[in-house]
């Protein structure tokens, strides 16, 4: 049998794909995931929560071996190379918005004019804006930014539920002069917000719930293919013909007329470089013949960088029955510097932070830099092994902007902890780091949750004794004190905890045709090769000031479009 498409990649981009291609009946497609499924009625009990650390911790969902450099890693200092870190890559249908946190935001219209000035021709603002009302269908909301009949369910938890953690950190954003905005996708300005959310009824809206429905897999013309792990692509030529995948540990060959990578801005460029697309002398060097050598497959991989300021949470703030959600409101602002658009950095007010009970005791300021300029990233084969995890290289705070910004915007957030009530819920500040001791401690079994337990008891006792638990188990290498009052410990600091939030992007660039790190058109066509596309955060020109997910899902919308056209 020959597949009119086949989709790899049963995530985000790929959920919208399959929903829309095969809504042509004549159109046989195909969906080969490599997790496992989520049928409607009977998705997991972790995906399905509200709050998302529940999901998110479990290896189940996720690339289990997938680990990344996050720091700058310096190839002529082979002994200075920064440790790899574990990152949680979503292995499953529905793909990121299987596990995420939900948040449903666009960015700025100025990304996305940006997008056409950097080559990808009918990506500004006004083009893209439909595409984004046609993903949702806003329970809050009406008006010309704002859809009403789309797939995904959006809302905001108004400042009325909120805990009293967010409650005071509202406060404390209000009495540093930002102003309140009801509408996180409103008009794009600074101000503090209620978190936009992928969420009905506290429950997850994840992209297979709202995309792969029972209606929509009951068409003859769609087979979703879970616990299908593609190995190579198959060329005739210069041709994409199809896939060769492992499907529950049998080798199966699929044939397609079309085949498009939806495996986000890790797994995408890898399978074009184990294909022999993508930098000459890099293919050359792992020993993989070259079918056309396309520079920017892999290069420009971007992430947004962020650092957390964490604070023991008194038990009268903490979540509360309203919610199960533990990111309520953010705040978007700018940092003034020169040449840099509005609302360029962006803090999240974490009210919990683990699925256990050590995480409900522990509150924090998340901070990232919304629109970064670090974009030298890249994703490069580890080996030909079509099951080896590529080599992954962030290269956060590889531009000096980015490093300033989360500075300054570190001791902004500290003195906005230490003040109003906000500092009268919380005692016991420290610069968080994501550390593998932190995520050792975050995967769901009885030993976690057993040893958690007993952690909260010193947590909630004498203020002396959380005190020295916090030194002496928590703080990884500088204290409160040293990073507020030392330049150079600040710095040392982000330098080491700063990670990104799991936006992963910009690996397969789209650009015009003179664009050296272009990889796709502005329909995602591999450029150079025949039958084949990139559909997925990797095609973006460079990272939004947004959550990834809205914008994947707006990018497949549109390019769905244009192959139905």
Known sequence: MIWDTIIVGGGSAGSVLAHRLSAKSSRRVLVCEAGPDTPPGEEPAEIKDSYSGTAYFDPRFHWTELKVHTQIVPHNRPEDRPPLRKYEQARVLGGGSSINGQMANRGAPTDYNEWEERGAEGWNWDAVLPFFKKVERDLDFDGPLHGKEGRIPVRRIMPENWNRHAQAAGEAFKAAGYKYLPDQNGVFEDGYFPITISNENETRASAAMGYLDRETRARENLTISTETQVKSLIFEGNRCVGVLAMVQGQEQEFRGREIILSCGAIHSPAHLLRAGIGPAAHLREMGVEVLHNLPGVGQGLMDHPSVSLSSYLRKSARVDERTRRHILLGLRYSSGLPGIPQGDMFAAAVSKSAWHSVGEQVASLLLWVNKTYSETGQVRLASRDWNAEPVVEFNLLSDQRDLERLMT??????????????????????????????????????????????????????????????????????????????????????????????????????????????????????????????????????????????????TAEKIAASMTA
């Open 409 to 554: 915007g570190f001791r902004m957030m500290a003195a906005m902890q230490m003040s109003g009530e906000l500092g009268q819920v919380t005692a016991d500040h420290f610069p968080a780091s994501y550390t593998d001791r932190v995520r050792k401690l975050g995967v769901i079994n009885a030993k976690n949750r057993f040893l958690t337990a007993v952690i909260s008891k010193f947590m909630d006792g004498p203020g002396f004794l959380r005190s020295a638990f916090i030194d002496r188990f928590v703080v990884e290498g500088y204290r409160f004190d040293e990073v507020m009052t030392d330049d150079a410990a600040l710095e040392g600091f982000i330098r080491k905890a700063a990670i990104g939030i799991w936006h992963a992007s910009c690996s397969c660039r789209m650009g015009h045709d003179g664009d050296p790190r272009a990889v796709v058109d502005n329909e995602g066509r591999v450029r150079g090769v025949e039958g084949l596309r990139v559909v997925d955060a990797s095609i973006f020109p460079v990272v939004p000031c947004a959550n990834t997910n809205f914008p994947t899902l707006m």
